[in-house]
C-alpha cells in the first residue's frame, strides 16, 4: 500500500515535469514562431502612417519580453512553476507594462492563440487607420438650370476688299503734259480744321517724308500748329482765285512742289482754266496739275461704290479732301491724318463751337454747324459726314491713322452701314 502511493506521486511529479517542459518549449516554439509571423506580416502589410507602425514593433516586443519571463520563472521556480495561471499571468503583465490592450491567452491549442493574436494586432492596426481616414462625403449632384442663350447679334457684312484708286496718271503737267509719278513710304495728310489750333503739331507734321495740304490753307504764321513742308497741294478750281491772291503760298518754306488742280475741265469752269494757267506762268518752280474730265467721272463711281448713290442724281458735290484722300492713296504706303473729324464727332460733341477752318478770323462757321447743313441739303452740297464715314472703311482697308481727334477704326466701327443724314434721306433711291 505504501510502496504504491511513492509510485503515484512519482508518477504525478514526473508527469508535471513533462507538462512544464512540453508547455515551455511549446512556448518558445510560439515566440519564434509569432516573432517570424509579424516580421513577415510587418512586411505585407504597409502601415498608412507612423502610429500603425509602433504598434507593431510593441507587439514584436511583447513576444521577446514573454520568451525571457519565461525561462527567468524556470530559472526561479526550479523547473516546477505554478502552471494553471503561470503563463497567462505571464503575458498579462507585460501587456499591462506596455499599456497594449491584448486578449488574455487561455490554455488552447497552438491554432488558438496565433488565430487571437493575429485578430487582436490586425484589429487593432486597422481601428487607428479607420479612425485617421475621413470619411468621404457624399456630393449631392446639383441640377443645372438651362440658361437662356441671349440672341447675338449677326455681325455686320465685311467691307468688300478693293484695289487703292489709281488717280496720279490723270493729272496732267500743263507744262509738259505728261502724268504725275510720285511715291511716298509716309504721308501726312493735313486738314484744314480748327482742330489743330493749340495742338503745337507743326514739327511732327514736317518730320514726314511728304505731306500733302489742301486749297488755300496758310503756313505762315500757323507754324507750330500745322507746320510748314508741302510737298503736295491740292485745290479745287474755285480755290484758283484765292491761290492768285496769296502770293505767300508760293513763297518760303511753305512753298509747295507740286499742285494738283481738278474740276478744271467743264466749260462753266473756263475762268478757273485762265487762273491756273496764269499761276503756272507765275510760279515757274513750282509744277501744276490739271486732273483729267475722267478723273472727276472715276471719282464719282467710286463715291457710288461706297454708298450706292449716284452723285450727280443726289446733287453730291465731292470735296477736296476726298480727292486728297485718293491721291494719297495712290502715292503713299502709309497715310497719317491731322486734323480731320470723325462722321459721328459732332453727334458725340453736341455743343462744339471750333472753327471750320483754322485760318479764318470769325468763329463762323462753326465745323459741326457746317456740317450738319450740308450733309442733308437737297441743293449741291458736300456730304462731308458721309465721306467721313467712308474715310473710316479706308482707314482699316488702307493702313490709315487719323491724328487730333483719334479715330476707331475696329471692325464694329467701319464693317458697319453708314447711317449718316444724307444717307437716310437717299435710302430709298438706292
Known sequence: MEKSSVQSNAEYCGGRRTLLFIL??????????????????????KPHNMSTYVHMQNIRNIMRLQTEKFQNKKAEYGGKPDMKNNSTNIINDNVTNNNTSFPKLSKTTKRLEVDLMQKSSIENISSKVIQTKKS??????????????????????????????????????????????????????????????????????????????????????????????????VSCFISTKGLMSTSSLFAGTGKPEKVLIWGLHHRKNAWAMRNAKALNAKYKDVEFF???????????????????????????????????????????????VYGMIPEDFCAKNPGSRVKYHYYQWKANPAECNYYKSQEGSSKGSHRLMTEKAIFERWGRRYNMTFHNPSWDLTPQKTERKIETPFMKKYAKTR
Not at 141 to 169: E, I
Open 290 to 336: 490739271a486732273q483729267e474730265e475722267s478723273g472727276e467721272t472715276y471719282a464719282g463711281e467710286i463715291f457710288k461704290q461706297e454708298t450706292g448713290q449716284d452723285r450727280a442724281k443726289t446733287n453730291t458735290w465731292l470735296s477736296t479732301g476726298w480727292f486728297t484722300m485718293m491721291v494719297a492713296l495712290d502715292m503713299c504706303d502709309e497715310i497719317h
Open 136 to 233: 468621404p462625403t457624399r456630393k449631392t449632384p446639383t441640377k443645372k438650370t438651362p440658361t437662356k442663350m441671349s440672341p447675338t447679334k449677326k455681325p455686320p457684312p465685311p467691307v468688300t476688299p478693293a484695289p487703292r484708286p489709281h488717280v496720279l496718271f490723270r493729272y496732267k503737267s500743263m507744262r509738259t503734259g505728261k502724268s504725275f509719278e510720285s511715291h511716298c513710304k509716309k504721308c501726312a495728310i493735313v486738314s484744314s480744321s480748327g482742330q489743330l489750333l493749340g495742338k503745337n503739331l507743326g514739327s511732327e507734321i514736317d518730320s514726314y517724308p511728304c505731306v500733302l495740304r489742301m486749297n488755300t490753307a496758310p503756313v505762315r504764321g500757323f507754324e507750330k500748329e500745322v507746320g510748314h513742308k508741302t510737298t503736295v497741294r
Open 24 to 45: 515551455i518549449v511549446y512556448t518558445l516554439l510560439l515566440g519564434m514562431f509569432m516573432s517570424k509571423y509579424l516580421y513577415h506580416q510587418e512586411g505585407r502589410m
